[in-house]
């Protein structure tokens, strides 16, 4: 996919629009998060972490982010 192509998915419920493809590592740091502190769904199936920099985010996709909270 040439990068000047946008995409469109789905994040959190939320239709949103990105310039470029994007790996799963890649959009977690363009959304300034810790690959660590979040649990990724892609299209209804949890990702292990280790398949995040291989896993291809494409059009239409449907991602939810579920971040962990620290406390006590």
């Keep these: ?4 192509t946008t995409i469109e998915i789905q994040l959190n419920g939320k239709a949103r629009t ?28 949890i ?3 280790d398949s995040y920099n291989a896993t291809d985010v ?4 449907t991602i939810e982010l579920v971040h962990f909270v620290g406390g006590g």
């Design 18 to 45: 990105l310039d470029r493809a994007h790996t799963v590592t890649s959009l977690l740091e363009a959304l300034e998060l810790h690959p660590g502190m979040v649990v990724v769904e892609l299209n209804r199936e």
């Design 47 to 49: 990702l292990q972490r």
């Design 1 to 4: 996919m040439p990068h000047d």
């Design 58 to 61: 494409t059009h239409g996709d």
